[in-house]
């Protein structure tokens, strides 16, 4: 069995929480692959290395920011297959900006309203339980994986990445891939990386129906290579 660590700190009542395991399952299924989760507790990552890939998940702020960054740089570093949904998102945009680009001051707004360079930063308009339209850019993983131009998925989200700071991001090697009906970025990868993708919505909720979520299914396919 391959094993995909999954960091967050698992809470039921989330229904992003609910529908992951689900989706590791599908996927696993569709594609033949033995495949299992674990829960890894953002104050309590523990060993990496015996994990075939790893998934930030949504339900931020976590109980170590710190924690969950660790696991993210791990994965990018190590060149792990890696999946940031939601708040995976925020922080991988925040480790990668720390980390990669050298700007240690890179903070989120929710849990440093006052810090100088927020590259995660407020939505101005809020997606708390909205579905939307999706532009899926060609030659990148997540089109892949839909294997189409426009998708409908479901946030429930109030940051995102702060347009200030996009041109020197996506210049440095993270690529935007989705981009909504306002022209607002909601899915990144990182390029020179096996499998780094990171999404503001969440694909897992397709598992709450039944159907296996396509980027679910890239991420285990990854991870069995």
Known sequence: MIRIGLIGDYNAAIIAHQAIPEAVSLAG???????????????DIGDLTKYAGLWCVPGSPYRSMEGALRAIRFAREERLPFLGTCGGF?????????????????????????????????????????TNNIRLRPGTRIRNAYGREEIVEAYHCRYGLNPEFLGKISASGMRVTAEDSLDEVRGLELDQHPF??????????AALRGE??????????????
């Not at 050298?102 to 939505?123: C, F, K, M, S, Y």
Request: hydrophobic residues 45%.
């Open 196 to 205: 780094f993708v990171l999404t503001l919505f969440q694909p897992e909720r």
């Open 29 to 43: 299924k569709k594609l033949g692959v033995d495949v299992g989760s674990e829960w890894l507790a953002t104050d």
């Open 90 to 130: 925020q922080h991988a945009v925040i480790e990668y900006a720390r980390n990669a680009m050298g700007w240690e001051d890179a903070d989120h707004a929710e849990t440093a309203p006052d810090a100088r360079r927020q590259v995660i930063t407020h939505l101005e308009c809020g997606l708390v339980e909205v």
């Open 212 to 225: 296996c979520p396509p980027l679910v299914a890239a991420l285990v396919d990854a991870c069995s290579a």
